[in-house]
């Protein structure tokens, strides 16, 4: 995992509300999840974590979330603005993600 990838999830499951259970998903055909947030409630939301300024889910992530049916579906990069990325996938920055987890908080 590169260093990027691991600091993004640090902070997003540390900005995630109490109670919210992380996991990675991957199929044995290679769709994968990089973060699946299990939040209270019975709600998901999936991140792809990608260091380009101009980021893109990868075919797999959009299987795996057709598999799942997450609520929410991000791709996290190292910039500020917030935009569609296709297919129901927003682009969004790592601060404005945390910000959005802590809101989605009942403490928050």
């Keep these: 995992?590169?260093?990027?990838?691991?600091?993004?999830?640090?902070?997003?499951?540390?900005?995630?509300?109490?109670?919210t259970v992380p996991?990675?998903?991957?199929t044995s055909a290679g769709a994968e999840i990089d973060l699946l947030l299990s939040l209270p409630g019975g709600r998901s939301w999936a991140v792809e974590v990608k260091r380009s300024l101009s980021p893109k889910p990868e075919k797999g992530f959009h299987i795996a979330c057709a598999?799942?049916?997450?609520?929410r579906k991000y791709v996290v990069y190292p910039g500020a603005e917030t935009f569609p990325a296709g297919h129901g996938v927003d682009?969004?920055?790592l601060g404005a993600l945390c910000a959005e987890l802590t809101a989605a908080s009942p403490r928050g």
Excluded: H, K, N, T
Excluded at 2 to 19: K, N, T
Excluded at 23 to 26: H, K, N
Excluded at 67 to 71: I, S, T, V, W
């Design 67 to 71: 598999d799942l049916g997450p609520e």
């Design 23 to 26: 996991s990675f998903y991957r």
């Design 91 to 93: 682009a969004i920055g």
């Design 1 to 19: 995992m590169s260093s990027w990838e691991g600091f993004v999830i640090e902070a997003l499951i540390a900005a995630a509300p109490e109670g």
